[in-house]
C-alpha cells in the first residue's frame, strides 16, 4: 500500500509537491517544515509523532 502523497500542509494550506519536503504521521496527517517545528514535531490530530515524509520523484 503506498502513502497517500497529500499535496497541502493541514496547518497551513502551502502547497506541498511529492518532492517537497514535508513531515507525516502515522495516519498521513501532513504538515509543512514551518508547521512540523512550530509543533514541536508532533501531530495535533492524533498526537503522534511527525517524522519526514520520503519524497517521490518523477521520472
Excluded at 517545528?37 to 509523532?49: K, L
Amino acid at each position: 500500500m503506498a502513502l497517500e502523497m497529500r499535496e497541502i500542509c493541514e496547518r497551513c494550506e502551502v502547497s506541498l509537491k511529492a518532492a517537497d519536503a514535508a513531515f507525516i504521521c502515522s495516519y498521513e496527517c501532513t504538515f509543512c517544515p514551518d508547521c512540523t517545528a512550530v509543533m514541536a514535531a508532533t501531530c495535533p490530530n492524533c498526537g503522534g509523532e511527525l517524522l519526514a515524509r520520503p519524497r517521490r520523484v518523477t521520472a
